[in-house]
């Protein structure tokens, strides 16, 4: 597939750790706090987030039973199952994925987090806003802001054993 568009790792990185410093800027003083990685691109990048906030527990989210599109689209073979460190009651959750596009994903993880709980608060960062939502749904935190066409696919590569092969490529999508 040609990439038409190559983000390296080292602005990738200055992205993650804005994110990281932005929401340690915001809840300095907030109790209690989770960061929650979507399933599959948003764990890493909640990894990492957390990697920079020890403070604040990480744990995962998974969309497969919620999303709204699962007739036509399997549980991916790498399933993750949502693991959610604390009580979310109560408690402010920042929801972490790697692209914002049409606000579906998030509105899954939205459904699955109050499957656990009632959050007193939840806010989301992306590492990607690409546009073209189709909900109403806009990051909190955003690290980078990409001008992507409906044509073309935004593919998020963090690489959990060596962060020097991370990039962002802007490909192609493939049509249905």
Same mark, same amino acid.
């Given at each position: ?23 340690? +800027? +915001?809840?300095?003083?907030?109790? /209690? ?11 890493? @990048?909640?990894?990492?987030?957390? #990697?920079?906030?020890?403070? &604040? ?16 689209? *399997?549980? *991916? $073979? ?9 009580? =979310?009651?109560?408690?402010?959750? =920042?929801? =972490?994925?790697?692209? %914002? ?5 998030? $509105?899954?993880? %939205?459904?699955?987090? &109050? ?5 007193? $608060?939840?806010? @989301?960062?992306? @590492?990607?806003? +690409?546009?073209?939502?189709? !909900? ?9 802001? !990409? ?9 998020? $590569? ?13 490909? *192609? #999508?493939?049509? /249905?």
């Amino acid at each position: 597939m040609p990439v038409s568009y190559r983000i390296p790792s080292a602005e990738l990185h200055q992205a993650i750790d804005q994110l990281a410093a932005e929401i340690a +800027r +915001r809840h300095a003083k907030t109790k /209690r706090i989770v960061l929650l990685g979507v399933a599959n691109g948003g764990i890493e @990048l909640a990894r990492r987030i957390g #990697a920079k906030l020890p403070q &604040f527990p990480v744990g995962t989210i998974d969309i497969s039973f919620h999303r709204d599109d699962i007739g036509n689209q *399997p549980i *991916p $073979k790498e399933y993750q199952p949502t693991v959610i460190p604390v009580d =979310v009651t109560g408690a402010t959750v =920042v929801l =972490v994925d790697d692209v %914002l596009h049409t606000g579906r994903t998030i $509105k899954a993880a %939205l459904d699955e987090l &109050f499957d656990h709980g009632r959050p007193a $608060k939840v806010e @989301l960062a992306v @590492l990607i806003e +690409r546009g073209g939502h189709l !909900l109403p749904v806009a990051a909190d935190y955003t690290g980078l802001t !990409l001008d992507v066409t409906g044509t073309e696919k935004v593919v998020v $590569k963090l690489d959990p054993s060596d962060p020097a092969h991370d990039h962002v490529e802007i490909v *192609p #999508a493939k049509t /249905r």
